[in-house]
């Protein structure tokens, strides 16, 4: 896809619904009692995934749009073969769930997804009593009927898919489930599971839960800023742009604090919580961006984000580390390799680190052509920078943006 580079980028813009949060909603209320109503939901193919998978479960999931209509089957069928396509949160969150719900089921991926490691999710699940096999470390996934105790766990890894996993496997254990993590992940599930009348509590970066049943919720997705921070970033660039409705949960919102340290000028109107999830419009306007330092502590909260704001920094002024990231390797795509050769390749300086990157920024970038390695953040990243860059550009396999993003390039006003 030939992408142009363009003077000035300016609009309003009404991004799709948040991803992680359209896991969740139709995940925990297909394991719920009641019937419940999703809307602005995101319908990209991951979230397609989740559907299929609750359904092969046993739940009722009607879909009309962005609106989803979910009946519960709290007890799960037995038997099931359960195809999470290219999504790792289907893949990890599912484990989590029905490992303590006394069925068998096996959980397989499309390639990319078979790629990635699962021994993460199956060996705290084992601490609980789980019977969790992967596959040499990854999928498919068997699961098997076990009884489970809760028990204290203790993760390397930040990750809220991890995380997760074991609450959820914490909802059918005996006794009390915690899990802390190093950093605080995103933290979706336990916001909705408390609305869901679960016993659930959180305390900085420890969550306890006990066994608790479901009630169905009503939820109102709001715009994903993983989705927004594109536009967000173009706006930087190249004008001017207002994102509606944007979830900005404190714990995804570390793409606003490396505007404050590039220099990048935007403001949050319009601020308030609906549905327990903190929301607002974010405006954007053109800045000058200077190099900054990221590490570990900043990660979680911008880790879906890191290839564009890498991108960013190699339009900025002076140097930029970013380590602490070695998630990014076992993403859809090893995005750290992805991610260096994008903007090499578009004429900017970029060194791949084991675990982040070092950008010599340059204030401008010729274009070229890009590989998205059938990532949609790689794709999406790769066409803000070529309509930032001198010349633009063309993108291998753009399509891939509909996991998390199906209208990307409508949006963006680029012919398909
Ligand atoms: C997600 C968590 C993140 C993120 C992914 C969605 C979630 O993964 O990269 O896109 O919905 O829980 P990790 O928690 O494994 O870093």
Do not use: W
Not at 17 to 32: E, F, Q, Y
């Amino acid at each position: 896809m030939q992408i142009q580079s363009r003077e000035r980028f300016e609009g309003e813009f009404l991004l799709p619904g948040d991803k992680s949060i359209t896991h969740r909603a139709v995940m925990l209320n297909a394991a719920a009692d009641g019937e419940a109503v999703i809307t602005d939901a995101l319908m990209g193919e991951d979230c397609i995934s989740t559907c299929r998978c609750m359904r092969a479960l046993g739940a009722d999931i009607q879909t009309d749009g962005t609106t989803v209509r979910v009946k519960g089957a709290p007890q799960f069928k037995s038997g099931v073969k359960l195809d999470c396509g290219n999504s790792g949160t289907t893949m990890r969150l599912l484990t989590g769930l029905v490992s303590g719900k006394k069925i068998d089921a096996v959980l397989y991926g499309d390639e990319s997804l078979s790629k990635r490691p699962m021994n993460r999710i199956a060996q705290p699940l084992s601490l609980l009593g789980a019977d969790v096999q992967t596959t040499e470390g990854h999928a498919p996934v068997y699961v098997a009927p076990k009884t489970l105790q809760g028990a204290d766990v203790q993760l390397k890894i930040a990750s809220a898919q991890v995380k997760s996993a074991v609450i959820l496997a914490g909802l059918s254990a005996d006794g009390e489930t915690s899990v802390t993590e190093p950093i605080l992940s995103r933290d979706h599930t336990e916001r909705m599971l408390f609305a869901m009348g679960a016993d659930i509590r959180a305390d900085g970066t420890c969550v306890r839960v006990k066994k608790s049943n479901l009630k169905a919720l009503d939820v109102r997705v709001p715009a994903d800023i993983s989705s927004a921070a594109y536009f967000m970033a173009l706006g930087a660039l190249k004008g001017k742009t207002l994102c509606k409705n944007v979830g900005v949960n404190p714990t995804r919102t570390g793409i606003l604090k490396a505007f404050d340290r590039l220099g990048v000028r935007y403001t949050l109107c319009n601020q308030r919580v609906s549905g327990g999830e903190e929301i607002a419009d974010i405006l954007v306007e053109k800045s000058d961006m200077r190099g900054i330092c990221l590490t570990a502590q900043d990660v979680p909260a911008m880790i879906d984000e890191l290839p564009l704001v890498a991108m960013l920094c190699a339009f900025a002024d002076g140097e930029t580390t970013i380590t602490g990231a070695k998630e990014l390797r076992v993403k859809e795509s090893d995005r750290i390799f992805a991610t260096a050769e994008m903007i090499n390749r578009m004429g900017g300086d970029c060194t791949p680190l084991d675990d982040g990157f070092i950008i010599r920024g340059k204030k401008k970038l010729i274009g070229g052509d890009i590989d998205s390695y059938l990532d949609h953040r790689i794709a999406m990243t790769a066409a803000v920078g070529l309509i930032a860059s001198e010349k633009g550009g063309n993108i291998k396999n753009p399509e891939c943006c509909a996991i998390s993003f199906p209208d990307f390039f409508d949006k963006l006003g680029v012919d398909r």
